[in-house]
Each structure stands twice: as structure tokens, then as C-alpha cells.
């Protein structure tokens, strides 16, 4: 009987996975954008990759991020930042 258990609980997490595969290729294309964004400020080294971040003591990063700053890091911070193209080969990846 413990045998038909432990199937069982194989078989759930194989449907699980399956599951998960298909949520990736139906997500939309505002949600691929969040998550390229999300990567792209992880990727950052530093605390201040967007405006909108806040810098180790606290205080906003404002016109210190990186984004606001030319040259060097250019992060993604905003949805309008992600082109039709990045979400495509996201899609394509995953």
C-alpha cells in the first residue's frame, strides 16, 4: 500500500511540473516584462539600480540610480524599458 502512496505522490508532483510549464508559456507579456525587469536590478551590483529603489541608508536613489544615469549599468526599470523583442526571446528561453 505504501508503494501506491509513494506513485501516487510521484505522479502529483509530475502533473505539478507539467502544470508549471504551461503557466510559463501562458504568461502575458506585462508579466514576462516584470520578471525580465526583476532580473535586470538583481543583476545590478550596487543598491541604486532604478529611481525608484532606495539606497542603503534609506533615502531614494532618485536621479542616483543607474537608470537616470548615462553610461556604465543601463538596468531595466520600468515596463516601458523591456521591447517586443526581449519579451519574445524570454518567451523562446523558458
Known amino acids: 500500500?505504501?508503494?501506491?502512496?509513494?506513485?501516487?505522490?510521484?505522479?502529483?508532483a509530475g502533473l505539478g511540473l507539467v502544470g508549471s510549464a504551461d503557466a510559463r508559456s501562458t504568461l502575458s507579456d506585462a508579466q514576462i516584462k516584470?520578471?525580465?525587469i526583476r532580473q535586470s536590478i538583481a543583476e545590478y551590483p550596487g543598491s541604486c539600480a532604478c529611481p525608484y529603489n532606495s539606497a542603503r541608508n534609506g533615502s531614494s536613489c532618485g536621479r542616483r540610480s543607474a537608470w537616470s544615469r548615462g553610461g556604465g549599468y543601463a538596468p531595466m526599470?520600468?515596463?516601458?524599458?523591456?521591447?517586443?523583442a526581449q519579451v519574445n526571446a524570454w518567451r523562446s528561453g523558458h
Open 77 to 84: 526599470c520600468y515596463a516601458r524599458d523591456v521591447s517586443k
Open 1 to 12: 500500500m505504501l508503494s501506491g502512496r509513494i506513485l501516487a505522490a510521484a505522479a502529483a
Open 34 to 36: 516584470q520578471r525580465i
